[in-house]
């Protein structure tokens, strides 16, 4: 404004800058949005779709279905853990209950709560919901047959996966194939892991080639893990989370291939479950066609941080002081540390952080915003 040829006019520069926005004929209808599940990521989501509703109201979060609990108060304790943080702080915001319709209104926005024990069982058009989006966070389904049972209830169009998806499912990388998205019913958005990496290695092999590789994720403990030890299926993983480093396995290597097909067969990766409980780390152990010495590497990777395509995905770091409580919070998929970055004789050793549940919730919006 102070540029602008008559300073004084301010409406006239404002008409002129807010031009795009305020002639736009070609806005899309508002589509509605059910979370199926509430833990972790779902009450992110949550978050993230409401401080979204002023923005043109597009995609308006009208239902979250969940099992019934035990407690009689079910809707509150719900409505509690959305209200107030350990990790993130409490809601910004007012929440309120409706609880003789079995509703949460946060910011105005009034959230149906619907029991069910099967996707295929909730009718949402008698809640006057329409072609929604459900998306799935609960982690139980992960292939195209548990997924359609999403297509099989009335009112449901599309179903996006917060996790892996298993056979033909697509994984989209927000920043490097939301074009493969189009009309597909199920799309998964991949995991943390695999969001947090994948930016990260595309401009890498971009740049330099890969040969292979090997990832190490140092990862948060999940509620998949016990607090004390106990029996679980999973291998070390009964073993207790707050007290333990303990060593699982990731397909976040792997999956990789599947938003980056130049890549497939070339990753080997690794997990380390240790004792934090948000912000993990992802080692990346690269073999190199062409070995840039440290300085350009780092300076390649903060213009990338700054000016490429994928500047929401990738951040950039120069600090020496930095620990993994400095991100929780980050908005980006992968956080590069540029005081760590390391050059080898035929590669380089890059340091990841990431926010596996805030920063990988933002990614899940773009991915539903597409």
């Given at each position: 404004?102070?540029?602008?040829?008559?300073a004084s006019q301010i409406e006239a520069y404002m008409s002129r800058e807010l031009a795009d926005a305020i002639s736009n004929e070609d806005?899309?209808?508002?589509?509605d949005v059910v979370l199926y599940g509430f833990g972790r990521i779902g009450r992110l989501l949550a978050r993230l779709l409401i401080e979204k509703t002023g923005g043109g109201d597009l995609l308006r979060l009208k239902a979250i279905v969940v099992r019934k609990g035990g407690a009689a108060n079910d809707i509150k304790k719900r409505a509690s853990l959305l209200r107030r943080d350990s990790v993130h702080g409490p809601f910004q915001g007012t929440i309120s209950l409706d609880e003789e319709n079995s509703e949460i209104v946060a910011n105005g926005n009034r959230i149906k709560i619907i029991y069910s024990g099967a996707p295929e069982e909730v009718d949402y058009t008698e809640y006057g919901i329409n072609?929604?989006?459900v998306i799935d966070n609960t982690g139980v389904w992960r292939d195209e047959k548990g997924l359609s049972r999403h297509l099989n209830a009335k009112g449901v169009s599309r179903v996006l996966l917060t996790a892996p998806g298993k056979g033909d499912i697509t994984n989209v990388v927000h920043g490097l194939n939301e074009d493969k998205i189009g009309d597909q019913p199920i799309i998964s958005a991949a995991s943390c892991t695999t969001n947090a990496i994948a930016p990260v290695l595309k401009?890498?092999?971009?740049?330099y080639g890969i040969q292979s590789g090997h990832v190490e994720t140092v990862h948060a403990y999940t509620n998949d893990q016990n607090l004390l030890d106990n029996y679980h299926t999973g291998s070390r993983r009964g073993r207790a989370a707050p007290l333990n480093m303990v060593i699982t396995e990731t397909g976040a290597a792997t999956a990789v291939a599947k938003a980056l097909p130049e890549l497939e067969g070339k990753l080997t990766g690794n997990a380390i479950r240790v004792p934090t409980a948000n912000v993990s780390l992802a080692i990346m152990n690269l073999k190199l066609d062409n070995v840039p010495n440290v300085e350009n590497l780092n300076s390649f990777?903060?213009?990338c941080a700054l000016h490429s395509n994928l500047s929401r995905q990738i951040d950039y770091v120069n600090s020496s002081e930095v620990v993994s409580s400095d991100f929780v919070g980050s908005d980006h998929a992968g956080i590069v540390d540029s005081e760590a970055t390391a050059v080898t004789a035929d590669g380089a050793v890059l340091y990841v952080w990431y926010d596996n549940e805030y920063g990988y919730s933002c990614q899940v919006i773009r991915v539903l915003q597409r």
């Open positions: 404004w102070r540029e602008y040829p008559d806005d899309e209808a508002a589509r072609n929604a989006i401009v890498m092999n971009d740049e990777l903060r213009d």
